[in-house]
Every structure is written in C-alpha cells, then in structure tokens.
C-alpha cells in the first residue's frame, strides 16, 4: 500500500514538472499541490553557511502522497490494480506488453540478462536514507566529522516538519564505528537502530536536535546499472530496473516517471505503432538523456566519495566546485544567475573579488590570475606551448619534458604524462600517482596530463588532476581545446588544475 512504502520524500526538478505537465496536467497540478517547494542548496562546512540559488522549480513530496496520487490516477484511467501481489515474468507472458518496474534489484532483468546483458557497480563508500523530524530551511549538504571519520548529510524537506536525508561514508569511518557489525544483525525489515542512535549523536548541531527517523534504514553501496538493451521481445524495463543514477543528481522516481512518459508517447503516437517499432523509438528517444545523466551523475558520486579531501578550501569555493562537479553548471552561468556566490568564490579562488566590470568576462579573469606554488610562479594560469625542450628517460619510460620558461624565470620542468583513466580513484589512477611520485623525484615539478580528445576525457584528466596535485608536490596543467574553456576554468576555480593550456 502506498502508506507502507520504503523511504521518505522524493525530489522532482523543474525539468521533470515540465515533462509531467505536458503530459498530463491533472497530474501535475495534483502533484504540485501535495508537495513543498525545493529550497535553495546550502552547503555547511565547519560552522560556515554559503548557499546556491540554483535554478528553482522543483518539488519534494512525500513517497507515499506521490504514489497516492499515482495510484488514483492510474485507477481514474481504467487500470486494474492489484496491490501486494508478486508476479514472476512467466506469469504474464502471454500480456501484450510487460511494463518491468520492479527496481535496482530487479529480477525480471536478471531473468532477462542474456537479451540486454548490463553490468551494476557498487559503490566504495555506503548510504542510508533517513527521514527527519523537521522542516530543512535547505537543500542541505553538511559535511560531519566524527571520531572514527567523516560522514556527509545530503538533506531537504518535503512536508511540514518532515525531512529526507541521504547518509554517507566510506567505509573505513563505518567500521570504525562499529556500523558494518549493526548492519550485519539488522533484520530487511527493520531500521539499523545503533547506526540511527549514532548519527543523532553526531548530527545533533548540524539539524538542530531534530529527531531521525528510521524506514527500513540500513546502510546499502549504491549501486549503478547500465544496460545496452532495455527490452526484449514484448518485455520493456523502466526505471531504476532498466539504469540508476547517484541520488546526489537525480532520483530514481523522477526518470522513470519520465521514461514511462516517453513510454506511453511512443506506443500511442509513434511513426511505427508495432510493439517493436515503439519499443525501439522508446529506448532512443530516452537513453541520450539517461546516459548523460548517468555520465554526471558517476562524475558527482566519486566527487562525493572524495570529499574530505577538499574541506580545506573556503566553503564558498567548494560550493563553487560543487556545482562543477558533473560537468553540468559551469561558473560562467552565475555570472547573471547567482553573482553573490560567484564573487565569493572566485575571491576565495584567487585572494581578490573580481570588480563589477571584471566579473562580466570572468572567464579572462580567471584566466589572468597569478599561480604561485612551491617550484613555480606565474603571471597567468595559460600556460604557452612554446617551451618544449625534449625528452629524458625515468626507470625506463620516456616522457616529454616541457620548460615553462614563458611563465618561470627558473624554468620548472612539467612532464607530459599521457593517460587516460575515467576514475581518479581507481587502481589504474593509484599506477599514474605511482608514475608522478618516480617524476617529482626525478626533479620534474609538474606534469601535464595528455590523452584521448573530448569532453568526456577532459573531465576524468581534470578529476585525476586534482587528485595529483594533492597527493604529490607537483603543479597540474591541463589542456583542452578553446571550445571546452568552461571546463578548464571550472577546473582552475575547482582546484582540480593549476594551469591550463588552450589550443587554437
């Protein structure tokens, strides 16, 4: 029933309204009317509050009212529920179509495997959702710390003094803190009582005291599903069955809300109205959208895991990194949008706000900010690609050695590393920070990350820049085509490089 459902609220962007509006407005009105407007994002580091208008429109509502809703509408249509009722595939067969919603576990896809094949993923860290006994006044991001590490709320209301709250660790904290042994012993159906004492413990300032609430609350990794194929025969998968995104971008209910959307458009109005045809125009029509989601939505969820790595940083500026993180909202959109926050980050970025005039063309402005570090000074973060000297050998391997002598009177050395790996937190990214350590001491004190072209790779030499730049001495540059310098300066106010070079 929807009363007994898993979970607490569940967040709808503006985006996903428009599509449920025009497709069925009685619907959304319902919808609109049950939920509570989305708040401004807040990020909360050490005591320090900085906030993202963001681009407004979206609603929280609670799981059960949605499917209230959903329900009555559906029986409002002529549809025959029938609800507590499990049904294996060979059960309906013989229907015309099978609609498969039957989520990230899905068993009607692994009935199915060897038709649309697929791979999920775990996560490294661990989550759990929560509700909680008061109405957030954010979109709320705290980062905790606690004696045995850190864990990071993910927060926002959805009624009157009711609250969603996504959990994170990785998993060394939840060892530490006795969580993997809770998780163990708890029942699927009950809430991990010592892991919820815990968290109120620890969670005591950041909400205020405020009660958490447990639904069937344990820790799970998140798991990522991807599919080549999201149908066979008269079988179609929707939903978190068919493709998962991290929560940190988009809720599971939202795209199969818009799938079943695209669904429903392509059986009823398709140029080809035979199953296949519309099940074929279904799956083409949704998986650019799915995958691109899926694409920021992976970029997010390693930023997260990540996180402690960048609470150094003034708070505005890893707001500022925040938004970046996907390859989604470059800083460049804030210059109209949010210019309070972008001046606040920049500032913190550079040690200096940007004047009205210079804000209007913040790209030069970033562009034009002095570099100073441990082997290196500049004028500038472009680096001129005049400066190539050669080649050396280390333990065996070429590499090409840059002098910067444009940008450093004492003329530091970069070596350019060629690689291409997706995750910078990967085994084959712990053999490229292998590779900068053997560099740095080989006297370079840069490296230049080099690799496969497109945006999708700038993004994974951005994310693995960051990473080397924190974890050895050297500076990072990172180049890109002139079409993609939203991303280099993202990446420069992110943190995640230290220079740029832009080619023609």
């Given at each position: 029933m929807p009363d007994e459902t898993f979970g607490f609220g569940v967040a709808f962007t503006a985006r996903t309204l428009r599509v449920v509006a025009e497709a069925e407005r009685a619907t959304?009105?319902?919808?609109?009317?049950?939920?509570?407007?989305?708040?401004?994002?807040?990020?909360?580091?050490d005591g320090v509050s900085v906030r993202a208008k963001g681009t407004g429109g979206g609603i929280a509502i609670a799981r059960s009212r949605l499917l209230a809703v959903l329900l009555d509408e559906a029986v409002r249509a002529g549809v025959d529920v029938d609800l507590?009722?499990?049904?294996?595939?060979?059960?309906?067969?013989?229907a015309d179509l099978v609609i498969a919603a039957d989520g990230v576990g899905s068993r009607t896809r692994a009935g199915l495997a060897e038709h649309v094949g697929g791979r999920v993923v775990p996560g490294r860290g661990v989550f759990m959702w929560l509700g909680c006994a008061t109405r957030l006044r954010s979109n709320l991001f705290v980062p905790?710390?606690?004696?045995?590490?850190?864990?990071?709320?993910?927060?926002?209301?959805?009624?009157?003094?009711?609250?969603?709250?996504?959990?994170?660790?990785?998993?060394?904290?939840?060892?530490r803190a006795g969580m993997d042994t809770a998780t163990e012993r708890t029942p699927l159906t009950e809430s991990d009582a010592f892991s919820i004492g815990y968290l109120q413990a620890a969670f005591a300032d950041a909400l205020g005291g405020a009660e958490l609430l447990g639904n069937r609350s344990r820790w799970m990794h998140f798991r990522t599903v991807s599919l080549p194929r999201w149908y066979h025969g008269n079988v179609v998968l929707i939903g978190d069955a068919a493709h998962t995104a991290h929560y940190s971008v988009g809720s599971g209910t939202k795209m199969a809300l818009e799938d079943a959307i695209v669904l429903a458009d392509s059986l009823t109005s398709g140029e080809d109205l035979s199953l296949a045809g519309a099940l074929r125009q279904y799956e083409e029509i949704r998986r650019p959208r799915v995958e691109a989601l899926q694409d920021a939505a992976v970029r997010s969820q390693r930023w997260w895991d990540s996180i402690g790595h960048r609470l150094d940083l003034p708070a505005p500026q890893v707001m500022l990194a925040y938004l970046s993180r996907g390859g989604v909202v470059s800083i460049s959109r804030l210059v109209e949008s949010d210019p309070g926050l972008l001046r606040a980050g920049l500032a913190a970025f550079a040690g200096v706000e940007p004047t009205d005039g210079e804000l209007g063309d913040v790209r030069s402005w970033?562009?034009?900010?002095?570099?100073?570090?441990?082997?290196?000074?500049?004028?500038?973060?472009?680096?001129?690609?005049?400066?190539?000297?050669?080649?050396?050998?280390v333990q065996g391997e070429p590499f090409a050695v840059t002098a910067l002598r444009a940008a450093c009177p004492d003329e530091a050395l970069a070596a350019v590393l060629g690689t291409d790996v997706a995750d910078p937190w990967s085994p084959a990214a712990d053999e490229v920070l292998d590779r900068c350590f053997a560099l740095a001491e080989a006297g370079a004190d840069g490296v230049r990350l080099g690799g496969r072209p497109g945006r999708p790779a700038l993004l994974d030499r951005l994310a693995l820049a960051e990473r080397i730049r924190r974890q050895t001495k050297l500076f990072t540059v990172v180049g890109a085509p002139a079409g993609h310098i939203d991303d280099l300066v993202d990446g420069l106010v992110a943190g995640r490089a230290d220079l740029v070079a832009i080619a023609d």
């Open positions: 959304f009105d319902r919808l609109v009317e049950a939920s509570v407007p989305m708040p401004q994002q807040e990020m909360l580091i507590g009722v499990e049904r294996d595939l060979d059960d309906v067969r013989d905790v710390r606690t004696e045995h590490g850190l864990f990071t709320i993910h927060g926002y209301p959805y009624a009157e003094g009711r609250s969603t709250l996504g959990i994170e660790a990785d998993v060394g904290t939840w060892r970033v562009l034009s900010r002095p570099y100073e570090g441990a082997a290196l000074r500049t004028g500038g973060r472009v680096l001129d690609d005049d400066g190539q000297a050669g080649y050396r050998e």
